[in-house]
């Protein structure tokens, strides 16, 4: 069964540079969420869309930024990069219709702060 | 807003026992979904187990079940015959309503042959 996909798997980007993390959700799921981990933390909510439309919104910094689009695929941007983002960043899906609340994790992006 | 509690940092056992992973929550909402998943060295999480609270019955996958206590907020795992695969990070995990999961602090596990 197709999964979430996430790209790039890997980013090296140098202080103050701008970066942007792709989702691509499971086909037919029309929920995108983001989560932000750090070393050694658990998973923190930043944001999420339903629909292409956000739906809510958690402890995610001004300089961090993210759309659903058309297809349903959603992008993190993020600038004025500093040390303390580098984590692993998680999208996940979901389909609101199979009333479970499952989230599907995909791999996730690791994010290197220089 | 929701908290979710995870008391026990590390936690070890021998291949093949029983083992198991404690967790509570606090929460104002009477519908609402508890969610126990596992990240591996890989670090991709990976859903173990899911409860919805307006079921009485406690959730069982395979070598996994939970003892969900409703009116005590209380969600553990449990582990039977463990393996060395089972070696991992395990979270537990509140949502409701579609909403955000909101993820206790973990337990580290260590399945020792």
């Known amino acids: 069964a197709a ?83 580098s984590a692993l960043y998680f999208c996940a899906s979901s389909l609101v219709a199979d009333r479970t609340d499952e989230q599907y994790f995909g791999p996730g992006t690791r994010l290197t702060v220089t | 807003a929701q908290t979710v509690t995870q008391s026990q940092p590390e936690m070890s056992v021998q291949e093949a026992e029983t083992v198991t992973l404690s967790c509570t929550y606090d929460t104002s909402e009477s519908n609402y979904y508890l969610f126990w998943y596992k990240q591996p060295p890989s670090r991709q999480m990976i ?38 695969g089972d070696t991992a990070m395990y979270f537990c995990a509140f949502s409701n309503a579609g909403n955000m999961l909101t993820f206790g602090g973990g337990t580290r596990l260590m399945v020792k042959p």
């Not at chain 1, 999420?48 to 956000?54: G, L, R, V």
């Not at chain 2, 899911?50 to 079921?55: G, L, P, S, V």
């Open chain 2, 47 to 84: 859903l173990v187990i899911r409860q919805e609270a307006y079921k009485q019955q406690n959730a069982t996958e395979n070598r996994f079940s939970v003892n969900f206590q409703k009116a005590a907020k209380s969600f553990s795992l449990k582990i039977s015959d463990s393996q060395l």
């Open chain 1, 3 to 85: 999964g979430v996909i996430q790209s790039p798997r890997h980013l090296i980007k140098e202080k103050r540079e701008t970066a942007t993390l792709k989702c691509y959700p499971i086909p037919r799921h029309d929920t995108v969420y983001w989560y932000q981990q750090g070393p050694g933390q658990d998973p923190q909510f930043l944001i999420s869309f339903y629909e292409k439309m956000q739906s809510d919104k958690g402890s995610i910094p001004d300089r961090f930024s993210a759309q659903q689009f058309s297809d349903y695929h959603s992008e993190l941007n993020m600038s004025s990069l500093e040390l303390g983002d």
